[in-house]
């Protein structure tokens, strides 16, 4: 976590007489962004910065064009003498143990820095125009946060029928880690009308037990643990059949509700994030086959 008192959406730190925000005309906008999340290095992309990046993690891999862009590290492993390597003039990160150390230094140092969060599909929206205003384009973040809204709010008003269908959203399955409270899958399973059992947890990814799974009984289960892996579908489906095999005394396993997400279907939050709605809510409805072309039912 960052210090205490700052925004939880983003914090910034600029060299303004009061701080904070400022409009950022065409002849102003920072000529070398380094981005040390995917996500702020999509949305970026999104709205027209890209060719602004001056320096990117290992793990942003989207649009194409972002990996010819040179590396300055990890996801939570960054090298400062790398990033200011780079002579950045903005530095964009999302919270977490390796970049909050990158954050207070840049703040030290008094030099451009924005944090922003996804943790929910509000701060989503929030991202846009935050990272819109600090590059200097917030005409086009305008434009593309409309229309990310705009597509939100379809699976809003198209929210599943029984709102008591209850699902659980596995990140991990060794071990068990589940989406909880506070999390971007928790408020894409509320914004569809489901009921994410883990969502009164008390930690964001909590790590459970098949004991609690089997005290909740979810009536669909949406398996996750394909992101940021290397194995092929076939033994992504293997694996997952092997582990769920073992529990069919479940209701969603028993019924045939249990989907595999393939990892195009799990990009991180950023303008590709209606597309994983989209198939988060195909599953939760139990949408098989063509329809819904970026998860599987596991067949135990």
Partial sequence: ???????????????????????????????RIVSLSPSTTEILFAIGAGP???????????????????????FDRHSLEAIL????????????????????????????VISVSFYSLEDLLESFSALGEVSGHEREAKTARQKISGEIEKYRDRALQDPKIKALYVAWRFPLIVAGKGTMEDDALRTIGAQNIAGSSRTRYPKWTMEAVFREDPDVILDASAFERDKSWADEMKEARAFWGKYRALRAVREGRVY????????VPGPRTPMWLETVTLAAEDTPGPENPYAEKIHV
Avoid at 1 to 30: H, N, V, W, Y
Avoid at 52 to 74: H, M, N, S
């Fill in 260 to 267: 595999l997400f393939k990892k195009e279907a799990l990009p």
């Fill in 1 to 31: 976590m960052f210090p205490k008192g700052l925004c939880s959406l983003f914090l910034i730190c600029f060299l303004l007489p009061a701080g904070g925000f400022a409009e950022t005309s065409a002849d102003q906008r920072p000529a």
């Fill in 85 to 112: 390597a780079r002579s950045p003039d903005l530095v964009t990160v999302t919270p977490n143990s390796g970049t909050r150390i990158i954050y207070e230094k840049f703040v030290e140092f008094r030099k451009p």
């Fill in 52 to 74: 602004q990046i001056a320096g990117v993690t290992d793990f942003c891999v989207w649009p194409p064009e972002a990996r010819k862009i040179p590396r300055i590290g990890g």
